[in-house]
């Protein structure tokens, strides 16, 4: 495996850091992996202290949209070990983004070693409190000084972190939209690219300004089948039954949906992947068998939805217990916080490396 040059920072920047007050997406680490695809491979890989990079006017991603990333936590267990949960997922699903935007793979065992290396290295960090966590942004983008439409020689791949403090999410209030669509089958929907984020933009301002907090996507051919909502997936309870629409390549394969689904047939709670239609949910909603809708991604675990407009109907779960939705966080935390049996090799204890090797 190829070895990582290691510069450590001499100007740590985490004395300064509150931990009780760490504004979102806003706090970096001291260090970042960097590596460079050129002539075919990847080269150049290195850990050094977090800070800027320059790049040509006629960088190809930035005019052409080459650009895909992933998000992921490290946390601390109750007695102090930082760790991962699922860590492989994420380098398996960066790579099946790279090949759907015909960029180059990386390593899957380097990726990991990387986030080893730098978990290890920033374990300082990994914030205290219960539910808070460093999270960990891998990107790769096209790096080339060219302009014209054909896919990059040159890339950039790089991993930074930062602290977020538990990410306590209010209940959301959806809108299933009508005219904007995230995204088609055949399309880019199941790769984490920056575009899919960027064409989004627009139609979430105008809800907001409807009064919702996000749109619960339908599909692109009839506005009928429920595909996801920002970065979340979505789950329904219908007659205790937990229903969330099937991958189709334009849903997101969210690892903390995927460790769901496990979960629930673990414990003997019925699940199905399968098509869910709006009509579905409203018939539901009218009988009084729509007991709880929730979201499911890596930065919040669950948030719990509190209503959701179809047209004129607003369908209201505020009062829901969200019994399936808490019953799912409670056994994510309890994993990451090892109060909860790992059985099913989840928890990936971060590695001590960097002083062994100087
Ligand atoms: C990242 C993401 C998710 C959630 O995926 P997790 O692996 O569970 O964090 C869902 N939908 C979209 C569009 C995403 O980008």
Same mark, same amino acid.
Request: with cysteine; proline share 4%; net charge negative.
């Given at each position: ?72 936590k490290a946390s601390k267990d109750i007695n102090g070990q930082p760790l991962l949960l ?40 990994i914030p205290p409190k219960a539910g808070s966590a460093l ?31 538990n990410y ?35 139609? =979430? +301002?105008? /809800?907001?300004?409807?009064?919702? #907090?996000?749109? !619960?996507? &339908?599909?692109?051919? %009839?506005? *009928? ?34 460790g769901?689904?496990?979960i ?37 675990v669950v =948030? +719990?939805? /509190?209503?959701?407009?179809?047209? #004129?109907?607003? !369908?209201? &779960?505020?009062?829901? %217990?969200? *019994?399936?939705?808490t019953l799912l966080k409670s056994e994510i935390d309890g994993l990451r916080a090892g109060t909860i049996k790992d059985t099913r090799?989840w928890i990936v204890p971060v ?8």
């Open positions: 495996m190829k070895r990582i040059k290691i510069t450590k920072t001499t100007e740590s920047r985490l004395s300064e850091i509150d931990f009780d007050n760490i504004p979102f997406g806003r706090t970096f680490s001291d260090h970042m992996f960097m590596a460079d695809y050129i002539n075919g491979e990847w080269t150049n890989l290195e850990i050094k202290p977090f800070g800027y990079f320059t790049q040509h006017p006629a960088n190809l991603a930035l005019h052409y949209g080459q650009s895909i990333f992933e998000g992921m699922r860590p492989e997922m994420h380098a398996r699903r960066m790579n099946a983004s790279a090949e759907r935007m015909c960029m180059p793979t990386f390593d899957e065992e380097i990726f990991l070693d990387a986030i080893h290396k730098l978990v290890e290295l920033d374990a300082g960090w999270y960990i942004r891998p990107f790769m983008f096209a790096a080339d000084e060219f302009i014209g439409v054909r896919p990059g020689d040159v890339y950039k791949y790089i991993i930074f972190t930062g602290p977020v403090g306590y999410s209010t209940p959301v209030k959806l809108w299933a939209e009508e005219k904007y669509v995230r995204a088609a089958v055949g399309g880019v929907g199941e790769a984490k690219t920056a575009g899919n984020y960027a064409a989004s933009l627009l139609p =979430a +301002k105008l /809800a907001k300004e409807k009064g919702y #907090d996000q749109i !619960m996507w &339908l599909d692109s051919k %009839e506005f *009928k089948y429920i595909q996801e909502v920002g970065t979340m997936n979505l789950f329904f309870v219908i007659d205790g039954v937990v229903i969330t629409p099937e991958t189709d390549g334009a849903i997101l394969k969210g690892i903390t949906r995927d769901f689904i496990t629930l047939k673990d414990k003997g709670i019925k699940v199905e992947e399968r098509k869910i239609s709006i009509d579905e949910v409203v018939e539901a909603y009218k009988a009084g068998k729509l007991t709880e809708a929730f979201g499911s991604g890596t930065a919040a =948030a +719990k939805i /509190a209503d959701i407009t179809y047209r #004129d109907l607003l !369908m209201d &779960l505020s009062n829901s %217990e969200n *019994k399936i939705g090799g590695k001590q490396s960097v002083e062994a090797e100087g």
